[in-house]
């Protein structure tokens, strides 16, 4: 690609030059093109998570009777190990070679780990080993999400970072509505579905989302090769030498290849990240259990309408990164950062339990049936119309910590719902203004590992915790948790800004 000489005078686009400014006109198109290539892919990742999320338990107990709910977790858990060991390699190859060999490359892993799992019925014996790998190479193809974050970071100037980061965060959270919304416009095929005897393919519910979702991976490979151009551009948005290819740097990019990146910052953003993310993980995986517990929900009443307010947060998360850019702008990211988890905070705080009432206990159900004298607990439990609702009898601390009251529970919802996803995207932009112009993968590829991490280790902590100790010490741990968080930034607050100010050339 050619390279575009700077210009003291001005940036290239006010030159006098018609045919210069032809070339830039298309450069920028060019430019922007390649950058929603990276939306839709972080997109298409995020729907091949959430498209088969809700249908893996259901399925995984068809496949093999032998499986339990602790092996589900291990499953769910897969896609994020996978994740984690593949963003550093990901992002080390996005640094010596074209951004589209990592790309494709691992578009189809996902592809290919999706068909699996559509077949994961097929073997004798097994199966349920066959669903986990396959969901780990799901994971390992989505990998790539740190490729897509450096290639946004090094294609956009400091004044655009903010916005494109907005935008990307916002297509990944769309990915996370559509994709149950599309499983179970899947679900009319039903259990059974049909065959097709050429292939050996049974098309049904449960599969039929997998082939969906590597049918999208399919036209991610086509945009990527036949649209994506590497693109980089300095602070100021003056397009320079691609990192990826090798050729006579210029003066300013040699001088800025010699200054040093914050390490101290950077440790911080991926400590910061890793909360952030461990925080929200926690959230997504106590929802539907403290729900039961304090509501005295049914398991279909819980999953209908904590599936509602998962996407009402959704679409208020879409809001907030749309309100995020016009608030960066005026106060900047590090005090949107800040606010963001001082409202997280408030969202756990609000969910610690207070007051004399007292959770509906399940054996006070069974105490007070009027069957239970002939019939045994087992039946009673395994009829659907006697289900016993309530805090089980086993968690001890149902008996003595105090209900937490469905409006503290919607009230927590909507705060986390605001303070998460600012401060998800401001990490993401705070992170990639500080890296600078250099080469961004390894880095992101450690950021997008340490939310993974954080991805697998939340729902392991919260459920020993919350099914030990209860909603106060879980909550308590957690709000604890943030106020470190902020402690943190507030102490290096003065050191998370970004390369070029650091070093002098540029301004907040």
């Known amino acids: 690609m050619p390279e575009v000489a700077d210009c003291d005078e001005g940036t290239p686009l006010l030159r006098d030059d018609a045919s210069s400014d032809d070339f830039q006109d298309e450069d920028y198109k060019s430019r922007w093109r390649s950058i929603r290539v990276m939306y839709f892919t972080m997109f298409l990742s995020s729907v091949g998570f959430t498209i088969v999320i809700t249908s893996i338990w259901p399925y995984l107990q068809k496949i093999d009777d032998t499986a339990n709910a602790s092996f589900l977790g291990w499953v769910v858990a897969a896609y994020s190990l996978g994740q984690m060991v593949a963003s550093p390699i990901f992002g080390v190859w996005s640094n010596y070679r074209p951004r589209r060999e990592p790309l494709v490359c691992s578009i189809f892993i996902n592809v290919s780990a999706n068909i699996y799992y559509a077949y994961v019925y097929l073997p004798r014996t097994n199966n349920k080993f066959h669903m986990l790998i396959s969901r780990a190479f799901v994971g390992f193809g989505a990998g790539n999400v740190a490729v897509v974050r450096s290639y946004v970071a090094g294609a956009t100037s400091l004044k655009e970072r903010t916005s494109a980061m907005a935008n990307m965060s916002a297509c990944q959270a769309l990915g996370f509505i559509l994709g149950p919304a599309l499983q179970a416009c899947l679900s009319f095929i039903g259990e059974h579905g049909f065959t097709v005897s050429v292939i ?5 519910m449960y599969t039929t989302p997998a082939l969906l979702a590597a049918a999208f991976g ?33 003066a300013d990019i040699s001088e800025e290849s010699e200054e040093t990146i914050d390490h101290v910052a950077v440790l911080t953003s991926n400590v910061l990240f890793f909360i952030v993310m461990f925080i929200f993980a926690v959230f997504e995986t106590i ?39 016009v608030a960066s702008k005026r106060f900047g990211d590090r005090p949107v950062l800040l606010a963001g988890l001082a409202i997280i905070f408030c969202g756990f705080f609000i969910l610690l339990p207070w007051g004399n009432h007292y959770p509906k206990i399940q054996w006070a159900d069974l105490k007070n049936n009027s069957l239970v004298s002939q019939v045994s607990k087992a039946t009673i439990t395994s009829n659907s119309s006697l289900e016993p609702t309530g805090c089980p009898y086993e968690q001890t601390w149902c008996q003595y910590t105090p209900a937490i009251h469905l409006a503290q529970f919607i009230s927590a919802d909507i705060l986390i719902g605001v303070g998460y996803p600012a401060c998800n995207v401001m990490s993401y932009t705070l992170y990639s203004k500080i890296l600078g112009p250099k080469p961004q993968g390894v880095y992101m590829g450690w950021l997008t590992a340490s939310g993974s991490g954080a991805r697998t280790l939340g729902p392991v902590f919260v459920s020993h915790v919350y099914t030990i100790l209860g909603p106060r010490w ?27 100010v650091r070093h002098g050339r540029t301004t907040e």
């Open 200 to 204: 050996d393919l049974q098309l049904n």
């Open 474 to 500: 879980a909550f308590s741990l957690i709000c604890a948790m943030v106020v470190g968080a902020i402690l943190l930034l507030s102490s290096v607050y003065h050191r998370l800004i970004a390369f070029s």
């Open 287 to 325: 929802a539907t259990p403290l729900s039961m517990d304090m509501f005295a929900w049914t398991r279909k009443e819980a999953v209908l309408y904590n599936g509602i307010i998962i996407c009402c947060i959704g679409f208020e998360s879409i809001l907030v990164f749309l309100v995020v850019k």
């Open 218 to 250: 399919v036209i991610n490979i086509l945009l990527v090769v036949l649209v994506l151009r590497e693109h980089h551009v300095d602070d100021h948005g003056r397009q320079i030498q691609a990192i990826n290819y090798t050729s006579e740097d210029t």
